[in-house]
């Protein structure tokens, strides 16, 4: 099942630059998108979400964009951190089912 | 800030041994589910649950599986026979209403380990 996909498996930014985190889905039933940031041995937890009837979601530090025509998501966090470095999963859902399709997450890694 | 509650964080059973894996859900939520990440994989559902039944449930989720809301806070995944392979990190989470389109929230995890 590769509906949602992160292709990148580990970024690594400099402290206080931007970080961009990709994710790529095949479904177009998704009108549901959700970023959640993970660590080790912990469950994930919520960072952003977006709509697709939206095409920004911005929150603090944190922004999604959303390209529909492209099948496409990304997850801006400007300035960078390093206590933000997690796995990031992006994860989508759709009107006709209650289950959150997961990518293979991205590990990011913010160093200073 | 309310939060899911798992428990055990860890267990480790023989295989064929019957494990129960305890939940409290956000308690104004009305939706419950189970997750689960084998090691190294991405976080596959398991099975939703609302009013009391099984709303949706994925190819994973078989005859082993089980869930159960015995009172009106807790929210138990049943395994009744374990299989190696069913050695993962198992996730609750809960939202208010049905997922698309609201958040989920997720639990700590419980670490199942069958040997």
């Known amino acids: 099942d590769q509906q949602v996909k992160q292709n990148s498996p580990s970024l690594s930014v400099q402290e206080g630059r931007i970080s961009i985190l990709n994710c790529d889905y095949t479904n177009s039933m998704f009108d549901y998108f959700l970023w959640y940031k993970k660590y080790p041995a912990e469950g994930p937890t919520f960072l952003i979400s977006i709509s697709s009837i939206k095409d920004k979601n911005e929150d603090g530090r944190f922004t999604v964009f959303l390209n529909k025509s492209a099948k496409h998501l990304s997850l801006h966090i400007v300035p960078s951190q390093p206590g933000d470095s997690a796995v990031y999963f992006c994860?989508?859902?759709?009107?006709?089912?209650?289950?959150?399709?997961f990518g293979t997450g991205t590990r990011l890694q913010v160093f200073p | 800030e309310p939060e899911v509650t798992q428990t055990p964080s860890h267990q480790v059973t023989q295989m064929g041994q019957e494990v129960i894996l305890r939940c409290v859900p956000i308690s104004n939520h009305l939706y419950f589910y189970w997750y689960r990440q084998i090691l190294g994989q991405k976080v596959e559902f398991l099975v939703s649950f609302y009013n009391n039944e099984i709303s949706e449930k994925s190819e994973i989720f078989d005859d082993q599986f089980s869930v159960e809301r015995p009172d009106g806070s807790n929210f138990t995944l049943k395994i009744r026979s374990t299989k190696l392979e069913d050695s993962a990190m198992y996730f609750c989470?809960?939202?208010?209403?049905?997922?698309?389109?609201?958040?989920?929230?997720f639990g700590e995890g419980s670490w199942l380990t069958v040997v």
């Open positions: 989470a809960s939202s208010e209403v049905a997922s698309s389109g609201n958040t989920i929230y």
């Open positions: 994860a989508a859902s759709s009107i006709t089912t209650d289950k959150l399709i």
